[in-house]
């Protein structure tokens, strides 16, 4: 996959919404793994979602389960981040990423990164 390029954070106070976007460059988005990772400063990077393909599969970090959606649209190569319910544990640059490879249960091995895009959520 060409560079990826994150779009859409920024400072929300808790409770609110984002919806973050990584815009793909080059040929056949569609065949890539596609999903989300952040990264708090002095922490790990986390997984966050990751979807299929075809936009057929998702999984989900448990803390962000039922509050985070992940969604892609081929057509645009572009794979969306939908944050809800956001809280300051949410706080984090926020990473998109993409593996040539179907194994979407299996949440590391990605290859291509983007710069990143900065959440702040409030309290």
């Known amino acids: 996959q060409g560079q990826l390029a994150e779009s859409g954070g920024g400072l929300v106070q808790a409770g609110g919404s984002l919806r973050l976007s990584c815009a793909a460059s080059g040929r056949s988005f569609s065949l890539y793994t596609m999903a989300w990772f952040r990264q708090d400063p002095g922490k790990e990077r986390e997984f966050v979602a990751t979807?299929?393909?075809?936009?057929?599969?998702?999984d989900y970090a448990d803390s962000v389960k039922g509050r985070f959606t992940i969604s892609r649209d081929n057509a645009k190569n572009t794979v969306y981040l939908q944050m809800n319910s956001l809280k300051p544990e949410d706080t984090a640059v926020y990473y998109c990423?993409?593996?040539?490879?179907?194994?979407?249960?299996?949440?590391?091995?990605?290859?291509?990164w983007g710069q990143g895009t900065q959440v702040t959520v409030s309290s």
């Open positions: 979807i299929s393909r075809t936009g057929g599969n998702t």
């Open positions: 990423a993409a593996k040539y490879s179907p194994t979407w249960t299996i949440r590391d091995g990605y290859t291509s």
